[in-house]
């Protein structure tokens, strides 16, 4: 338990070190990477939830397909190109307006909100694989099978749109 709690404290402080260095870093790439960083700390809260499927996802999708995409779009754009544009001083006050009314909302939401703490998140099984396999064939099985086979019909579909008339 004690151990949770040091690296709840750990991903936490990557997650929040490599958020900040991703808005004040000067190099794109530098930003997805550290982008990445988070994301993977983020997957290491999803784990100490006990909700190792979140995580894998999280991983397979953010870390994986999206970051990918964004590293071939820095590459593709070349913005490592020096120069900054300089903001009207209306853009400068309207986004310290915009960023103060969001963190009143924000402090707002939080002291509304009642915290409740699971005594052992180790006894809840709602992340877990088995458990996610179990509601989703027993209770959700057709509803699943209809959309399979509706990502069957779309993926026949765009081959068929991007198959070129050979004859």
């Known amino acids: 338990m004690v151990f949770s709690r040091y690296l709840f404290f750990i991903l936490s402080f990557v997650a929040i070190y490599a958020a900040l260095k991703?808005?004040?870093?000067?190099?794109?790439?530098?930003?997805?990477?550290?982008?990445?960083?988070?994301?993977?700390?983020i997957a290491g809260h999803y784990i100490l939830l006990n909700a190792q499927f979140l995580a894998v996802v999280h991983i397979i999708v953010y870390a994986g397909a999206i970051m990918v995409l964004f590293i071939y779009t820095v590459m593709l754009l070349n913005l490592n190109i020096q120069g900054e544009f300089p903001k009207s001083k209306f853009?400068?006050?309207?986004?310290?307006?915009?960023?103060?009314?969001?963190?009143?909302?924000?402090?707002?939401?939080?002291?509304?909100?009642?915290?409740?703490?699971?005594?052992?998140p180790a006894l809840n099984q709602i992340g877990l694989v088995k458990s996610l396999g179990k509601v989703l064939f027993e209770d959700y099985f057709l509803p699943f099978e209809l959309s399979s086979v509706l990502f069957l019909a779309a993926m026949v579909g765009a081959v068929m749109l991007g198959k070129k008339d050979i004859y």
């Open 22 to 41: 991703v808005l004040i870093s000067k190099s794109p790439m530098h930003s997805v990477l550290y982008l990445t960083l988070a994301f993977f700390a």
């Open 91 to 120: 853009a400068n006050i309207a986004s310290t307006i915009a960023g103060g009314l969001l963190l009143l909302t924000l402090i707002a939401i939080f002291k509304s909100y009642d915290l409740k703490v699971i005594a052992n």
